[in-house]
């Protein structure tokens, strides 16, 4: 096999079918270390086969080049909330906004994420051709497609939409693949076009609205119906359809804010969590590794923004947890890190993809631009009582609502996976960093391997 089909295996995102079976309680049902092979040739036999190969589609967001680590990371690095402070110059591009197309970090969260979307493809086809009374089909067909529909959200954030924004006319999309890939050779590894944003976005809805229509459950570890209603609010959120965010927001029940903030990143599973996704000492992370110094066991690849401790109110409890300074560091915690991600060693903090601060603010955000006030102004003071500050004014504006909803947002969601989004939806890059002055540079280049394995069929973003 010569490297160009080997590369070509791999970003059109062969399915890697070692898939793992687990047990049935919270954590230890997405354990997905691999305890069986499954055949691509005789696919997934049995509903036991299926329930393993969706266990398995969850192993690729525990991958360091996606949630466990890479993807929520730099959202807050190549935004104002966080610094590069190591060696790595790969991070160094994605700290200054000057990523180049060969940028190893972009390279391989791209396939991990086309890798996710290529699982998910597999387990829709093969639990479609399953007849078994005892399988609920719609069920495990529903959580792939949310699956799918995350990992396509999650595409379009960085290498999708406009520079001024996420659901514009024109904006660009990415290869759309929904069917799997199961070898290297024939059409199924074809280069595909780019799709528009309009037609990426169009599966996205189609997906999540078969997910919200049969799921269920309430195993944090996994996807639930409450789940993909949250990824459809953040969805329309971005896309500015705040009519349909207070649709499905008002749908979420259930949840509740954790009473104290710091709970939520040291107890695993609070009671504001939506989405959790859970990391032992197998399968673990690399999150408090790179935020940690050497002399704690880490590395110290990135801090806390300089600017982000000021950018919190005087008596906000949320500050100690989002960036560790001189006036509340202890032994444990070394300035100039976050106490999110702390378990260095074992590398077992779990990623929370969704909880329901997001969801409320979220919320509050779409009332707010719909004119409705009042309610969004208590949504807002209800996140900002739980750390501790007093009530903003009803005299608030519109506008000056809405901003003080969104400046909630980059405290509360801090070092989560949010900023760059938030920015990149709301056309305010030049305003968190005015050093980014080329606004081709709010869409990452489309890695280099990718248009080498597709010449002439998938296009890079314009400017790079």
Request: hydrophobic share 40%; with cysteine; aromatic share 10%.
């Amino acid at each position: 096999m010569n490297f160009s089909s080997i590369r070509r295996f791999t970003t059109a995102a062969a399915f890697l079918l070692t898939l793992g079976f687990g047990t049935s309680s919270c954590e230890d049902a997405l354990q997905v270390e691999p305890r069986a092979s499954l055949d691509a040739e005789a696919g997934l036999e049995t509903r036991q086969d299926i329930e393993a190969g969706l266990l398995g589609a969850y192993d690729v967001l525990q991958s360091v080049n996606y949630w466990g680590l890479r993807y929520q990371l730099f959202a807050d690095l190549g935004a104002d909330n966080a610094r590069h402070t190591g060696t790595f110059p790969s991070f160094a591009q994605i700290a200054q906004n000057q990523i180049l197309p060969d940028n190893v970090e972009v390279t391989s969260m791209w396939n991990s994420i086309y890798g996710g979307i290529n699982r998910a493809n597999f387990i829709i086809q093969q639990a479609e051709k399953l007849n078994d009374p005892a399988f609920n089909k719609n069920q495990a067909i529903a959580e792939a497609r949310a699956l799918r529909a995350f990992h396509y959200m999650n595409l379009i954030g960085y290498w999708g939409g406009s520079p001024q924004g996420y659901g514009y006319a024109g904006g660009l999309g990415v290869p759309l693949r929904v069917v799997p890939t199961t070898n290297i050779t024939g059409s199924e590894i074809a280069p595909i076009a780019r799709a528009s944003e309009a037609e990426v976005n169009a599966l996205i809805r189609s997906d999540l609205d078969f997910a919200i229509a049969n799921l269920g459950g309430s195993n944090k570890a996994r996807i639930t119906k409450a789940g993909a209603l949250a990824l459809r609010s953040r969805f329309e959120l971005r896309n500015r359809n705040y009519d349909a965010v207070i649709n499905y927001t008002a749908q979420i029940t259930g949840f509740s804010l954790e009473p104290v903030y710091a709970n939520i990143f040291t107890q695993k599973n609070s009671a504001e969590s939506i989405w959790e996704l859970p990391f032992d000492n197998v399968d673990s992370n690399s999150l408090a590794f790179f935020w940690f110094p050497s002399a704690n066991g880490g590395r110290n690849e990135v801090d806390p923004a300089t600017a982000l401790p000021a950018a919190h109110e005087s008596g906000d409890t949320r500050l100690p947890v989002n960036a560790v300074t001189a006036a509340n560091a202890t032994p444990v915690y070394p300035t100039g890190t976050t106490r999110k991600y702390f378990r260095v060693a074992a590398g077992d903090d779990n990623a929370i993809l969704v909880r329901h601060a997001e969801v409320l603010l979220t919320r509050a955000e779409a009332l707010a631009q719909n004119g409705d006030l009042v309610p969004a102004l208590g949504i807002l003071n209800t996140v900002r009582s739980r750390a501790g500050l007093t009530p903003r004014a009803t005299t608030l504006t519109k506008d000056q609502l809405i901003a003080a909803i969104l400046q909630e947002r980059r405290i509360e969601l801090a070092q989560e996976g949010h900023r760059w989004f938030d920015l990149r939806r709301t056309n305010t890059v030049q305003a968190a960093r005015a050093d980014v002055t080329q606004t081709f540079r709010h869409l990452w280049p489309i890695p280099q391997r990718e248009l080498q394995t597709s010449p002439g069929v998938v296009e890079q973003n314009p400017g790079y």
